[in-house]
């Protein structure tokens, strides 16, 4: 829906080494006006790359559609190739790539020269400055005429060390604005890095639309009001009305049903990207984008005299603005519905399969929303509710057996956790879970046993509980008259030390979720704890967490937690974030000493 301008897609990144860089980029983008409206965007660049120490080979790439032309694209020794850019054939969205290979010979500057056209000037709203490779100085101009001046603005948006912005007012009453960049590192594929929209330096080009009333009259004239639901849409809607014993358990199975029915398939080039598919059209072919979802769940909806809408929304990790502070298409990315309910506003995403009734999935929290509403919007924020239910839960049972910790463990995924499990278990054949859950049961510890797992996940519930049997082979070992017990309660597949060692990008700690662990491990007869750990506790802005001990009456019992607090960690703060993890895991280590008295 969106449109995010890139001189580079970010599907193509490479690992690069640092023998081909960027000398020099020059570009301008010259903003075309029509008796005061702005009618599209001229743009040329010449980048100049370099290999310093051998001859090697550049990929160039440029995207464009039938909404950006490529007037010129050429480079020494290179040919342009012209390709769709496709996403498992789930995604189309009209976009196309200029790829070119560009020989190089070591110390030999090579320039390659792209002139673009864009024709939708309302989509021209954002400018990324990054490539795979390591640019030495650069320079873009944004050329806004005299008539629009005090219309069209740019703001820069996570500018690093050697990047600038400048305005420049013209004598003819126009304004250059004009980023500078010098040393700029190349990006790369990092685990656990955000995406590039909301890590990397950008600018905003906001202005076109000049607040978002404006905005909401151009995204709104793209819904059809007078669209004909047919037969086969009446009828079932019937059917989830008739089985639904109030409003909010038929919100909820019309949720479910699109969930469960509607193939993901987006077809968004040109209007399309904008335009919900009739919801007729998308329930007889059983497929559709989260317009097309949100709109036959609308529909639905409405049939059943619920007041349905569209809403527009920008999701967590992809957007960084918000429709107030940036009224552009670019601020948004999704569209889901909502059900009025009185004062209250029931927000429902038709594409996020394995959701449970009710539920809102982090990266709609706190998201600021365009809610259909007629002639003007209706603009709020999706309330940030449902987070106590993102929870893993471990409980235990154990007894010491000669080296071993056996029992029986239960864990309950909720919320983002269950949407992840449910999501690998029914992209995989059923002969496959076990060993799925055994892999999941047995983390970090790799001697264990899992025998029995079994899940019980009910339809209505946000969790899902498994239920195993257990041995942890050489967790109680016997070192002459003492046991040393090596349980390690935080098991956790979220909570990583993240590699700084090259890192330059930041990183997200993905998901958040409160991780609780609770042991009961039955000791032998006469042996007791030959002293406890310390209980630790931990408290800052990366991490909130315990392990705590206690023993009574022959058993041993530990309880611990954690969760992360902030959850986008900035690379010079990694290793600050490391810390805070490893002191966890090491309270986590400690071993017990058991003692016969």
Not at 153 to 168: H, I, K
Not at 257 to 269: D, F, P, S
Not at 372 to 400: H, M, S, W
Not at 415 to 430: A, D
């Amino acid at each position: 829906m969106a449109s995010l301008l890139t001189l580079f897609p970010a599907a193509e990144l490479r690992a690069t080494d640092d023998n081909i860089v960027i000398d020099s980029e020059s570009s301008v983008f010259t903003i075309i006006e029509k008796k005061g409206v702005m009618t599209g965007v001229k743009s040329s660049a010449t980048t100049t790359y370099l290999a310093r120490r051998a001859d090697d080979v550049a990929d160039f790439f440029a995207v464009y559609n039938e909404n950006i032309n490529i007037d010129k694209v050429s480079a020494p020794g290179a040919t342009p190739y012209f390709r769709t850019a496709e996403d498992n054939n789930i995604f189309y969205d009209g976009n196309r790539i200029c790829y070119m290979q560009i020989p190089l010979k070591q110390g030999k500057k090579t320039k390659a020269v792209i002139e673009r056209s864009f024709k939708a000037p309302e989509q021209f709203c954002s400018l990324s400055f990054w490539t795979p490779y390591h640019t030495v100085s650069s320079t873009t101009i944004v050329k806004v005429p005299a008539a629009l001046a005090d219309k069209i603005y740019v703001r820069p948006f996570r500018f690093r060390e050697g990047m600038s912005l400048r305005a420049d007012t013209l004598a003819n009453g126009g304004i250059d604005y004009t980023v500078t960049c010098s040393d700029l590192p190349p990006l790369r594929k990092e685990p656990g890095a955000p995406l590039p929209a909301v890590s990397e330096p950008q600018i905003f080009i906001g202005g076109y639309f000049a607040n978002t009333d404006k905005l909401y009259t151009h995204l709104s004239s793209f819904i059809n009001q007078d669209e004909e639901y047919g037969a086969d849409l009446t009828t079932l809607a019937s059917e989830l009305r008739a089985k639904a014993n109030d409003d909010i358990a038929l919100i909820d199975s019309t949720a479910a049903w699109v969930r469960n029915n509607i193939r993901y398939l987006a077809i968004e080039h040109g209007e399309y990207g904008h335009r919900p598919a009739a919801a007729a059209e998308v329930l007889a072919r059983k497929a559709g984008d989260c317009k097309g979802s949100a709109n036959l769940i609308k529909a639905l909806l409405k049939t059943n005299g619920i007041d349905g809408r569209l809403v527009w929304i920008g999701t967590e990790g992809n957007i960084t603005t918000s429709w107030e502070e940036f009224p552009a298409l670019s601020s948004g990315n999704h569209m889901i519905a909502a059900a009025m309910q009185g004062d209250s506003i029931i927000y429902i995403d038709g594409t996020t399969a394995n959701c449970p009734d009710g539920y809102i999935p982090p990266w709609l929290r706190r998201r600021s929303v365009i809610i259909e509403n007629g002639e003007k919007a209706l603009i709020t924020q999706v309330p940030d509710v449902c987070r106590q239910a993102d929870t893993d839960r471990l409980f235990a049972y154990y007894r010491i057996e000669g080296t071993e910790l056996t029992g029986k463990i239960e864990r309950h995924a909720g919320g983002v956790i269950y949407m992840s499990l449910m999501q690998s278990l029914r992209s995989m054949s059923p002969k496959e879970h076990a060993s799925f859950l055994e892999r999941y049961l047995r983390y970090p510890k790799k001697s264990v046993n899992i025998k029995n797992a079994e899940i019980t996940a009910p339809c209505k519930s946000p969790v899902m509980t498994i239920h195993a049997e257990i041995s942890e082979n050489n967790s109680a070992r016997r070192i002459g008259d003492k046991i040393l017990l090596d349980l390690k309660p935080v098991r956790s597949l979220y909570l990583e030390i993240v590699n700084t060692k090259e890192r330059s990008r930041d990183y997200i700690h993905s998901p958040v979720c409160t991780s609780v662990y609770d042991y009961t491990v039955e000791l032998p007869q006469g042996f007791s704890p030959e002293s406890l750990p310390e209980p630790f506790t931990i408290d800052n802005k990366w991490l909130r967490g315990y392990v705590r001990y206690s023993f009574d009456d022959g058993v041993l019992r530990c309880k611990a937690m954690y969760e992360p607090v902030e959850y986008y960690v900035p690379l010079e703060s990694i290793n600050e974030r490391n810390q805070s993890v490893r002191a966890l895991m090491r309270a986590s280590d400690a071993q017990i000493a058991l003692i016969q008295k």
